[in-house]
């Protein structure tokens, strides 16, 4: 059985009033897709935030790669690699400076960086933008390099914050052709996403309702438990009582 690296433990963040997460529990397999899904204000970023040790939890407990995030979220930040929902990269400097800003930041020898950002520049086929600024990428592309850059120090996990949003149908396909691979090599993909039909390609989901998870488990058997066509019939069941009362 596959070694258990996230885990929720009744995990709760408030602020003041409001309680953002609330008392959220699942785990997630080392080389699993775990599919985070929630509307707009579901608490999905704010639970992220705990997981990647950038934000204290009110109470529970969150565990990533055998850290407490709370007590140790250096050794948390160590072991993960993360892609936010807002591109990730700095769009005034070239491909080739991005990928070794990073590669110091998560402390690669000048050798390891060397020889890493040769491989995924042609990986990417991205030998001819190498000294190109990033904000003059195609979105799709910058996506790609973002993700490829946080897999560059070879983490456990990535936590994969809406990584395909406003990317078209080809290109959010063939990012997910890149989540594969990761995943086979056995890293572990935690992503959010608004794409209902992103979800199908999840080895498990969660479906996140006003800061709870409202359904947990395989796509193929919540579309069975729930009598659904589509993970989007089960999204919409669950979350439009919310959203009406919003």
Known sequence: MAETVIEARELTRTFGAFTAVDRISFAVAE????????????????????????????????????????RDPEAVKRQIGYMSQKFSLYADLTVAENIRLYGGIYGLSNAELKAK??????????????????ARLPLGWRQKLAFAVALL?????????????????????????????????GVTLFVTTHYMDEAEYCDRISI???????????????????????????????????????
């Open 31 to 70: 080389g699993e897709i775990f599919g985070f899904l929630g509307a707009n204000g579901a608490g999905k970023t704010t639970a992220i935030r705990m997981l990647i040790g950038l934000l204290r939890p009110s109470s529970g407990q969150g565990i990533v790669a055998g850290f407490d995030v709370a």
């Open 117 to 134: 950002s040769a491989d995924l520049i042609e990986r990417l086929d991205l030998g001819h933008a190498r000294d190109e600024r990033v």
């Open 153 to 185: 120090h070879e983490p456990r996990i990535v936590f994969l914050d809406e990584p395909t949003g406003g990317v078209d149908p080809i290109t959010r396909r063939q990012f997910w052709d890149s989540i594969y691979q990761a995943a086979a090599s």
């Open 208 to 246: 996140m309702v006003d800061g709870r998870i409202a359904a947990l488990g395989e796509p193929a058997a919540l579309k069975r438990e729930q009598g659904a066509d589509s993970i989007d019939e089960i999204f919409v069941r669950l979350a439009r009582p919310a959203l009406a009362g919003s």
